[in-house]
């Protein structure tokens, strides 16, 4: 896939990267393809089959960076950052993406759309309820619940997750929030104890299901059967609960569409073909 490296730098001073692919036609759309947790721009093929797939569509895609890629990096700002999913907060996903879409109105983009997947779909989500400017819409892709009662209330793994949550405000209370910990749910990952007290030990105050209103821009979201009929808790029946607060809020869905692909997984591997159908009209509008 052909493209150019590009870059911007958000208002606190991190720069951070992506990668534009442009179909042979000049085109004023653009898909902002937002990473997962310990992503990046240039190494899922998931999304670069979602990038293929826009440009299929006639429309310009871009694979971005935001400061939560990969598992650490360093940010180059005036006093330097440590940066990666090891120690993002939720946040300051504001600051990058409303760099990158800042970048697409120099471009001469009009009004990009966000596709984003799993932590990527959360942090969208967060900063479309949250202020977010220029965006036309969202395509929301498997986004986890980050809801701390729900975690503790895990019926396989809450002991491990009580564990962690402990370990992680010990860690706080003493001023050791850079302190790095293993931990095994709800993700097998390395993490810092202040980041995961922000993701996993914040309350409701992450949970989509208490920010969709918020969400003024259409939004298709879309789930994998395997982890809304089997998974863990913080996607177990998400889309039901989803439906539920849809109807019990009263207000039209018009703006909000919502799709299971059958025998799908996470990364919705061998189910690309049924993926596709769910996407396309969003993507051509």
């Not at 190494?43 to 694979?63: R, V």
């Not at 995961?196 to 979201?221: A, I, N, Q, R, T």
Request: aromatic residues 10%; hydrophobic residues 40%; contains cysteine.
């Amino acid at each position: 896939m052909l493209g150019r490296l590009v870059d911007t730098t958000t208002t606190d001073g991190i720069k951070l990267h992506g990668f534009l692919v442009s179909p042979k036609h000049a085109t004023h759309r653009l898909w902002i393809i937002v990473h997962g947790v310990n992503g990046n721009f240039y190494g899922s093929t998931f999304l670069s089959w979602l990038a293929e797939t826009c440009l299929g569509a006639g429309q310009a895609a871009l694979l971005i960076n935001t400061r939560g890629h990969d598992l650490a990096s360093f940010g180059s700002a005036e006093l330097p950052a440590r940066i990666g999913s090891m120690f993002e907060m939720i946040p300051d996903a504001m600051n990058d993406l409303q760099g990158w879409v800042e970048w697409a109105d120099r471009e001469g983009f009009i009004e990009p759309g966000l596709i984003a997947h799993s932590l990527g779909a959360v942090k969208s989500l967060y900063c479309l309820a949250h202020g977010l400017v220029g965006v036309r819409r969202l395509i929301a892709l498997s986004p986890p619940r980050l809801n701390t009662e729900l975690l503790v209330s895990d019926p396989e793994k809450n002991h491990v997750f009580r564990e962690h949550l402990a370990q992680a405000r010990a860690l706080c209370d003493s001023g050791n929030d850079h302190q790095i910990i293993r931990v095994r749910f709800p993700l097998p990952n390395w993490v810092s104890a202040g980041t995961f007290l922000d993701k996993y030990g914040s309350g409701e105050k992450y949970d989509y299901m208490h920010l969709w209103s918020k969400v003024e821009v259409p939004c298709l979201w879309l789930f994998g059967s395997l982890e809304v009929r089997s998974g863990s808790a913080n996607f177990l029946d998400a889309d039901r609960h989803l439906h539920r607060e849809w109807q019990m809020s009263g207000r039209s869905e018009s703006t909000h569409e919502l799709k299971v692909i059958d025998g799908a997984d996470h990364s919705y591997r061998n189910t690309r073909g049924a993926l596709e159908q769910s996407l396309l009209p969003w993507i051509n509008e």
